[in-house]
């Protein structure tokens, strides 16, 4: 198929040159024109402004929107469908929050405009690994667009198959699964980082503990001074708490122990707020999810060993760069 692709950032540029790899040709656009340079260069075809990259698409049109969430999303979208026809689609690969993907699923509708919704994990490791996807949107575009999905889904790889599946939809264990209407991908994706923000801060304050074992306020015969790339690599061999951000946090540990190289000023991108607040309307406790939410407002000044493990994490799967204070 064809594919256009507008954000060739971390994700988007890696997200295009998968599908080349697959025989899939692809359009790209980027405000940054040496991003554009080097995906043409590789064998996309390359656009100067968004009205050459909409001329580019062959009908049914569609368009990738790679960029983060927010007014530049929502800009894009609006300028897209001005030029949009009947029966071309729209995608939002981005972290948008879910009530903007309903309402401009609606809003495009009238116009004959078809609207998908994909939560996108996969971070800076996705051209090798592969994409999760979770996907909002009409059933007949979501399978119309599968080809898309098949090539950028990770596959079953080596993960022992879960017993039971035979007549579930196939789709999951690949890698990616039709959510449902407009709005779902993105809102099991937003719960998803919810997850991770949790999953994060458990490793981050583990890891605090055993670091600060051999601190002088403890009686002198319970102080273990603790080898930490040496814990969290044995944690990966057939511990229960084994995890690909296990797997981040020993690489990075193995690298420098003391991950001086990270301030631990750990930003919080917005998910785990609206997941928060998806609780909040449905009544559904979420202590956990919450408190690590907090965590991350903590003054920037009163970084742990704990905040570098949180950053490290992040800058691992994501290419997170921490913010200069």
């Not at 273990?224 to 511990?239: C, K, Q």
Request: aromatic content about 8%; some cysteine.
């Amino acid at each position: 198929m064809q594919l256009g692709m507008i954000g060739l950032g971390r994700m988007g540029g890696n997200i295009v040159r998968r599908l080349m790899r697959d025989g899939h040709t692809t359009v790209v656009y980027d405000a940054a024109h040496a991003a554009v340079d080097k995906l043409a260069g590789e064998g996309a075809t390359g656009s100067g402004s968004l009205a050459d990259f909409i001329a580019k698409l062959d009908k049914p049109r569609v368009a990738w929107v790679m960029l983060p969430a927010g007014k530049i999303t929502e800009d894009t979208v609006t300028e897209l469908s001005k030029h949009f026809e009947t029966g071309d689609i729209i995608i939002d690969g981005g972290n948008s929050f879910y009530k903007d993907d309903i309402r401009r699923a609606k809003a495009l509708a009238e116009k004959g405009i078809v609207y998908v919704d994909v939560g996108t994990s996969g971070g800076v490791w996705g051209l090798e690994r592969g994409y999760c996807m979770m996907i909002g949107g009409e059933k007949s575009a979501v399978d119309y667009l599968d080809p898309i999905f098949k090539t950028l889904a990770p596959g079953i790889g080596d993960i022992p198959r879960t017993p039971h599946r035979e007549k579930a939809d196939p789709r999951a264990e690949q890698g990616y699964i039709h959510a449902g209407p407009a709005g779902a991908g993105h809102f099991v994706k937003m719960v998803h980082n919810g997850i991770e923000y949790g999953l994060m801060q458990a490793y981050a304050e583990g890891f605090e503990i055993l670091k600060h074992k051999d601190s002088k306020e403890l009686p002198e015969d319970e102080r273990f001074t603790l080898n930490m790339p040496d814990i969290a690599e044995v944690w990966r061999r057939g511990s229960v708490v084994s995890s690909w951000l296990l797997d981040l946090t020993a690489m990075a540990l193995i690298d420098n122990p003391e991950l001086d190289n990270f301030s631990g000023s750990v930003e919080d991108s917005g998910e785990g707020r609206w997941t928060i607040n998806a609780a909040i309307e449905e009544a559904v406790p979420c202590n956990v999810l919450s408190a690590s939410l907090y965590s991350r407002f903590r003054p920037r000044q009163q970084h742990t060993y704990g905040d570098k493990i949180l950053s490290a994490m992040r800058f691992g799967f994501g290419g997170h760069v921490e913010k200069k204070e």
